[in-house]
């Protein structure tokens, strides 16, 4: 028996976060910075989580109808796709906010690296 969406975000999410909490605790004590200054970066990080739990959920239950092999193999692509670049922005935008990125850097780094990111996963279809 598979658990509900809102089962499994309220079982999981909890875990993931308090998980990410104590880096952030750890982030903090190593780079001297207060509770402010991280919460934007930890909203961040989390956001990718909130992104892929669903999407997960939903391919799951596709899986579970029968679903053909090449529409998961989308599916899981894209989801896959959909979390790297939400990773990807909460890294450029945490290394901004905390100041360890300079912002005119960042911007022309995110850009190469989405870029190829998309250019590999093209490459893989």
Known sequence: MRLSL??????????????EVALFLIIGLGFKRTV????????????PALIMMPLVWLLRMW???????KRLARGWGLCVV???VAVQIATFYSGIK??????????????TVFLLGVQEEARLY
């Open 63 to 69: 899986e579970g109808q029968g679903a053909s092999p």
């Open 36 to 47: 402010g200054e991280l919460v934007g970066p930890y909203l961040a990080f989390a956001a």
């Open 82 to 84: 959909l979390f790297g």
């Open 6 to 19: 809102w089962a499994w975000l309220l079982w999981s999410l909890p875990i993931y976060l308090v998980l």
């Open 98 to 111: 905390l100041r360890l990125i300079d912002p005119d850097d960042a911007i022309g780094g995110f850009i």
